[in-house]
């Protein structure tokens, strides 16, 4: 097999994407767009540009020629040449040249700035089928009303009712707390107290954020007395995660102990901490990771990432994601840089005679669509 | 000096395994051998192989060969080749076409299932030597009856009875508490102490593990006072490891306390701390480290563990292990990954430039058998 | 552009060095030097030679033909050559062909032994302006007497005096205390109190060093009331620094306390935590991270570690030190090896089809000079 079939091989997998958001459905100024491949909340600074950035050189390079620019275009020749197309064709070409077969879209963020599952299956022509956010279920809850000794069985009426067709769940408390938390499931008068707790604090601040440890920890007990593949968001995001405190190594305790339910518990994005999420993949039946996000982030450095990434875990065990959200470069890139650095990596292992190029072959398979396809039992039944 | 030469220089290397098991002497079953290739505990699931790993690509890759295979042979071929030999032929095969030269044999886990020192001498026709185990001498000592007050000095007598012709000695306090230990001796009266309340918890579990932080402190601080080299385990491990707590720079504490006593302190593993183990082998002149275990387990990828195990460290402070225990072919891969990726590491730096081809062969052969040799005077008597 | 033309742009290059010291003036024994030439502060043991290292073997490649010597000399005919040509001519040729520009020094650590702001100019023919250390002013403070309750005053009143014609400040609290530290400012009440404490303990120990948290959080917050630029000691370092409280993730909460100021913060060395440093700059506006003293130390390695440290930062927020201190090898390698590997990692880009050669020279010079000038202001007034 040459190197151009390996390329070949894995430009034809029908990815699927098991933890992305939907693509914004609306024209983004310079501004909007610069704001957006970040994962930065704050303003750009006046005397910087995100373009300047692997990821911004990435677009650059890669989404220019879809949009049908030469690579390397100016930003803002690139920015005019997507006001142009209009956001539903830059969505449209992107999308669609991604190569993604099949999408699991996690809905629990800022869902009406972007498109839903059905606005991603319409787009592209591909299944798009849901992953649903314990916190948001959590905040819905407390949102239409409930008093505190009613919170518990009101969230799992609710989320038994919101997953009714979903492939997944997703839990973000390495945002609302860090991953070093109690492993073990609150009691039911502990989940009252604090649910109790939580209802003063939003009559007092007006905001519903679900932050309190002993209500997370019983969201991801309820999550896994649900029984569908449980998503964890590790390492790095936005500055609202306390990077210090989303090292996947302190899941241990959690890990253990949902071992028995047999519920998948899958590691996202894990940057920097890619090779932490690589030892409990092997050591732990229930594990698995992927480095989404930091693929794309790191452009033309991703190809080390993703290298990195494929030492201890066993390759039954590694997934593919973009967790693109909103701009549909960063599906299309997530898709990309993938593709590129699997090919790179495994191609060097077959060029130094370590693996057989059908070795190759079969492991980018495994990692781009079968794994996701077994543990989400994908074609199943909802 | 050619690539060529350079391969050939480092092919000749006469290794020190410094830390190293017996090689299984039983004919294994396919999921007897498949256990045996992971650092998981854990019955290997039914939708997956360890075959399908870094690893486990390395076996069917260059053991089958040494089988009289071809590379890349399946799985099955592969299993049904070893059986058809019979572990005496494969260890055979195997360990003396891995170029070790000195083996110095841990013998404190589970040695009745595989090889002793004496049995890894006949089998390779090189010497072995062993390395003691502090947990196991402790816990020898309390099997054999033993009051609280009395511990202490039956420790110290059946350690140095035990370790009288050892090279070095061994702790895994990392398994058992973790690094982030008091770094101070115990006094007396606080080993009595913890000597009687493991002795009341043996009585009431039937179960012999010591892994109270004082008696740990205590194995350790008198495995110094032995004097002999200092063997710790770091990093990565199996599960009952909590990898957390098992980065080499929370035992900064030790290590000053300890560098008085001129005691050698070798960090074994390390990854993915491997950076921090090469960083305490820069400053302190008692700290040592390997990458061993890692190579194995990172396969294709161990050219990038050991190029990063190059930077800060002195090269009078690297060795070389394999930490194989059970199947030869973690012998044989440790010796050969890490030959293959010394070959490719340093005819880099030769390549690029930056390094002598003199250079790299003596700082191959410093790390791959000098400086063992000195650390544990190995031709000197015992 | 060819990959010559790649390299000769960044040849020329006119670095600014953020963060250096002096060079050494005086002539050097060989124990001398090989002390200089590495981070412990350990005398070097007779088993081993400093130059049996990464910054050795590029020592004695790179710095020994601009002495006149070939390359890879002998480290006995280096110091002979070394001592033949004397410290002023040696520190005359290496920091000459380092091609640094203009240089920024700090000058609080043993600035008696080395060349000062006025002498490094002299040597060179280029700009030094000088960095403050905050911890040395305090020191200064103490020795020349002061009452508890007129520290906080007399300390404001000397930083601002030695800061006048400064470009930055500088902590190293990360030796005196670790990074995990109360990012708040202290209350008046509480460094009058932690001043009373530190002024006994020196009359008891006779010795000046401040290392209670609660002033250092005061020194940290007073500079940045100065609103110069204010660098941090991250990570590596001698064994003063205990390495596991030295993550720059632990600076969040000082990091968004300090953002409202508009200080920029610069975290010096990062090594081995780059990649953590790389995830502040992108996500914070005020941080800023460099990967000096790691360059140096890693040799033929640093281009894997450059290449780590151009991963999520936003290229506007990544700057060139050497944190050359003593030997002028040191600074002539901090440029060089910064040189080279620039060279190599965005020539990779560039050959791989990921970035136009326009963009890896505007890169290089972002990070080698543009960026330092905008932060300092360098070219404006001091």
Sequence with gaps: ???????????????????????????????????????SDRPVPGWMSQFDSQIGFAILRHCAPVLGLDPHAPPDAYMARRAELGAAEVNRRL?????????????????????GTAGMAEVTGRPAEEVVRLEAVAEQVVSEGVSAAGFAARFAELLWKRSRTARGLKTIVAYRHGLDLDPSPPTPAEVTAAAGRWLRAIEETATVRVDDPVLLRHLIWTGIERGLPLQFHIGYGDPDVDLHRSDPLLLRGLIERAEPSGVPLLLLHCYPFHRNAGYLAQVYPNVYFDVGLGVNYTGARSVAVVAESLELA????????????GPAELHHLGALLWRRAMTRVLGGFVAGGEWSPAQAVRVATMIGEDNARRVYRLGDDA
């Design 95 to 115: 999308l669609t040249a991604s190569g993604i077969g099949h999408f699991l879209v996690e809905t629990g963020y800022r869902g009406d700035e972007i498109l």
């Design 1 to 39: 097999m040459s190197s151009e079939s390996l390329d070949q091989s894995i430009e034809a997998i029908a990815l699927v994407d098991h933890h992305v958001h939907g693509a914004s459905g609306n024209d983004l100024s310079r501004a909007e767009f610069e704001e957006l491949i970040t994962e």
């Design 314 to 325: 066993p390759f039954a065990k590694i997934l593919f994601s973009s967790d693109a959200w």
